[in-house]
Nanobody, 115 residues
């Protein structure tokens, strides 16, 4: 059973930066899309950013210009560089991988932006 494990979350002050990573526990072929979602308390899970296999990326309007997604397809790893963090970015961040066998989700990593 393949698992995806996130790391890099934590507590940061407004305006600060964090870099999230998500890696698969073993090699998976044919991952078409890898991405990041987040869920704040009392809210639904929402898309943050996705990176498609051809290199195209998409971002939520709320993070455009502040967050950057990248992936290393050879390592089945996806990253999320988060700059200029705001308190409203506080959430549990989940990575996602889309394959012909179905979707895989990590367990999440907490990001808290607070002074």
């Amino acid at each position: 059973q393949v698992q995806f494990v996130e790391s890099g979350g934590g507590l940061v002050q407004p305006g600060g930066s964090l870099r999230l990573s998500c890696a698969a526990s073993k090699t998976i072929l044919s991952i078409s899309t890898m991405g990041w979602y987040r869920q704040a308390p009392g809210k639904q899970r929402e898309l943050v950013a996705i990176a498609r296999s051809g290199g195209r990326t998409n971002y939520a309007d709320s993070v455009k210009g502040r967050f950057t997604i990248s992936r290393d397809s050879a390592k089945n790893t996806v990253y999320l560089q988060m700059n200029s963090l705001k308190p409203e970015d506080t959430a549990v961040y989940y990575c996602n991988a889309v394959t012909p066998q179905g979707d895989y989700w990590g367990r999440g990593t907490q990001v808290t932006v607070s002074s």
